[in-house]
């Protein structure tokens, strides 16, 4: 279903979805490599290289689906920040 015709949403569509997932797990790799993320409790394991990269490809496998509301005060308030 496509809200963006009806001003509900700042992006719809898979091109959105695909966008941010690959945004998000670019990030968690540089932050990964960089050892800026930490692990605790039950899921310390995934500290692991090899683990980290098993949940990052889970990622990438599934379908996302991206919901934003329109900036507060409107489309060039957003942009101006």
Do not use: T
Request: charged share 25%; hydrophobic share 40%; net charge positive.
């Amino acid at each position: 279903m496509d809200l963006s015709s009806k001003g509900e949403v700042l992006f719809a569509g898979d091109p959105a979805g695909i966008s941010v997932s690959r945004q998000l797990i670019a990030y968690l790799k540089e932050a990964f490599a960089e050892n800026r993320l930490e692990f605790y409790g039950r899921i310390r394991e995934r500290a692991h290289p090899v683990c980290f990269q098993e949940q990052l490809s889970s990622l990438q496998n599934k379908e996302w689906i991206v919901y934003a509301k329109p900036p507060f005060g409107g489309q060039n308030r957003f942009y101006a920040i």
